[in-house]
């Protein structure tokens, strides 16, 4: 505006000379040739650039622990950031003056490629934390798995062979942990397996029949040890059993406690704690008749009862005793009140109807002496 026009737009009191006047304006930016000007192509330069690296963990096996790698700051230049910079320069600079000659942009750190996760990340240290506790738990842990008075002990070592450590984490080989139990499974399992007896005429019999004894519940004692493996302490304990007997001392899962039956020698003997408690003549099932044959095998006591009153609508009886303890299929040893005599040849032809005939006295012993469970052994040689 001329100074004339000036003069007459204040005789006409439309401004007012000498005073300042404030003029709003918006700057825009071309965003075409803004967006051309950050290709990355205006970055390159003769020396080699270095990216930004985030600080991340990594497993130092010379310390046995995890150690966290630094965050690396590059100089590489990132486009967003950089034209953030420049954008920011800018309007700082148009506050003071909208044409200037030049603006001077300074390339700092906000220019680069930015470190997301550094050192002193609390998310990285929990992780760091969170590993070397896990692996200082494996390395302290044992089980002691117990079989009566014997032992068998999974130690640290063991475990730690079992661990596969990566950049990551730690995990367990569950491959190995498997074997073990397979192993241990083999070992000390007892029932279904057949089964040797050393009678008390000091030879041994097969009893393929095995209905006692100990088994291990694979899966479920998988489940057990991968928790225990985290524990950071021993831990002594029998392993996870699907079935269990009365008692074992190792692999001897009968530990000096038994009935013993021979059906050839139609006699009886009862052990408690490696010692003869008791020792009696019988009449087993009749062997004439193989439905009424007593049972080969080896069983445990299921309960005991007193008195009792066995019956059977196939046979056609009911019958009242004073001590019964059934073992498997309905048969049992029980008192016979109504035998005069025991022993002999007596089962071939007034055999009973698969039951153990005992007499009076030596029932009640029985019956006084062992609990439900009790493991009986019943065979006949060939």
């Not at 153990?356 to 029985?366: C, G, K, S, V």
């Amino acid at each position: 505006m001329s100074k004339v026009q000036m003069e007459m737009l204040s005789e006409r009191g439309l401004i007012e000379t000498g005073k300042n006047i404030e003029i709003e304006y918006k700057v825009l930016a071309d965003e075409e040739k803004l967006a051309q000007t950050f290709d990355a192509e205006h970055f390159e330069v003769e020396l080699e650039r270095t990216e930004s690296t985030d600080a991340y963990l990594e497993y130092d096996s010379e310390e046995g622990e995890f150690v966290i790698v630094s965050s690396w700051q590059g100089d590489v230049i990132d486009a967003d950031n950089l034209r953030a910079v420049v954008e920011d320069t800018m309007n700082k600079s148009f506050e003071s003056g909208l044409f200037q000659k030049s603006i001077t942009v300074k390339i700092d750190v906000n220019s680069y490629q930015t470190v997301k996760v550094t050192e002193n990340s609390e998310e990285i240290n929990d992780r760091l934390e969170q590993l070397n506790q896990s692996l200082a738990n494996y390395q302290t842990t044992s089980i002691v798995y117990t079989f009566g008075s014997v032992t068998e002990v999974l130690d640290s070592d063991t475990i730690c062979s079992w661990l596969e450590i990566t950049d990551d984490g730690v995990e367990l080989d569950e491959a190995l942990i498997w074997t073990f139990i397979d192993e241990l499974a083999s070992a000390y399992n007892t029932k279904y397996n057949t089964r040797y007896f050393k009678t008390t005429a000091g030879d041994t019999v097969t009893v393929s029949n095995n209905e006692y004894g100990y088994r291990i519940d694979k899966d479920a004692e998988f489940e057990q040890l991968c928790e225990d493996l985290e524990s950071g302490t021993t831990i002594e304990r029998e392993p996870v059993y699907s079935e269990s007997g009365l008692t074992r001392e190792g692999t001897d899962d009968l530990a000096g406690s038994y009935i013993e039956v021979s059906l050839d020698k139609q006699h009886l003997w009862l052990y408690k704690d490696y010692s003869l408690v008791v020792e009696t003549d019988i009449v087993s099932g009749k062997s004439s008749e193989e439905e009424r044959e007593t049972l080969q095998g080896a069983f445990s006591i299921a309960y005991k009862a007193s008195p009792y009153t066995l019956s059977s609508e196939y046979y056609g009886y009911e019958t009242e005793v004073n001590y019964w303890m059934p073992f498997a299929n309905g048969q049992g040893l029980h008192d016979a009140t109504w035998r005069s005599s025991f022993g002999g040849n007596l089962y071939e032809t007034y055999g009973s109807h698969g039951c153990i005939n005992l007499p009076l006295t030596a029932a009640e012993t029985i019956y006084n002496t062992i609990t439900a469970g009790y493991p009986i052994i019943i065979y006949m040689r060939e």
